[in-house]
């Protein structure tokens, strides 16, 4: 069964269609031949917007990038500056929780040195930046801080993807938890 009614071909629909895909069946379901079947279209009429499947998945990555990066933006808005790590920590595992084949896609670009695919990944490094500096840190201290957090909040979304929580206490309970420990740690400054 489709996802979508035929609708017209542009590089818009084909990614939103390689989204719904990923979301729905997985991230290793977006292949031509699975996003052609859903367009309703041939696989060669793909070729026409994108360069063949790594093309396919650079744009789906630099889609995850941006759409992640409207969603942690979001999340930030509705909380004080004090609080904009943990906003923007649970808006990354709410994202990753709506958007499961999306949120792969972006740690799966073909060339993860394109200029594409590093700008849109920027740019939320700059927004975990910009959230990070009420804490008495360094630039370099500062994009450690971003990397902890990133590894930090990946590996929760990654265990909690797989069933690894089999304890029966609130994922967003340990979550805020675990971010609050991050946060006073960074406060505390290196020794």
């Known amino acids: 069964m489709s996802l979508r009614p035929k609708t017209?071909?542009?590089?818009?629909?084909?990614?939103?269609?390689?989204?719904?895909l990923a979301d729905q069946k997985g991230f290793g379901e977006v292949t031509l031949a699975n996003l052609a079947k859903e367009l309703k279209i041939k696989s060669?009429?793909?070729?026409?917007?994108?360069?063949?499947?790594?093309?396919?998945?650079?744009?789906?990555?630099?889609?995850?990038?941006?759409?992640?990066?409207?969603?942690?933006?979001?999340?930030r808005e509705t909380f004080s500056e004090k609080d904009a790590v943990l906003a923007l920590?649970?808006?990354?595992?709410?994202?990753?929780?709506?958007?499961?084949?999306?949120?792969?896609?972006?740690?799966n670009a073909p060339d993860s040195t394109d200029p594409e695919v590093q700008q849109a990944g920027s740019k939320i490094?700059?927004?975990?930046?910009?959230?990070?500096?009420?804490?008495?840190?360094?630039e370099e201290e500062a994009l450690h801080a971003v990397r902890g957090l990133r590894s930090m909040i990946h590996g929760f979304c990654s265990l909690e993807q797989k069933g690894g929580f089999g304890l029966h206490l609130s994922l967003d309970a340990s979550l805020?938890?675990?971010?609050e420990a991050f946060m006073a740690g960074i406060s505390n400054g290196r020794k």
């Open 89 to 107: 920590s649970r808006g990354y595992v709410d994202f990753a929780r709506k958007h499961p084949g999306v949120y792969e896609a972006t740690f």
């Open 176 to 179: 805020s938890f675990m971010v």
């Open 44 to 75: 060669p009429s793909l070729y026409n917007h994108i360069d063949g499947l790594s093309g396919l998945k650079k744009e789906l990555a630099i889609y995850g990038f941006n759409t992640l990066y409207e969603a942690l933006a979001h999340s």
């Open 125 to 138: 490094v700059g927004l975990v930046l910009e959230s990070l500096r009420s804490f008495p840190l360094d």
């Open 8 to 20: 017209a071909l542009d590089i818009d629909a084909i990614i939103r269609t390689a989204a719904e």
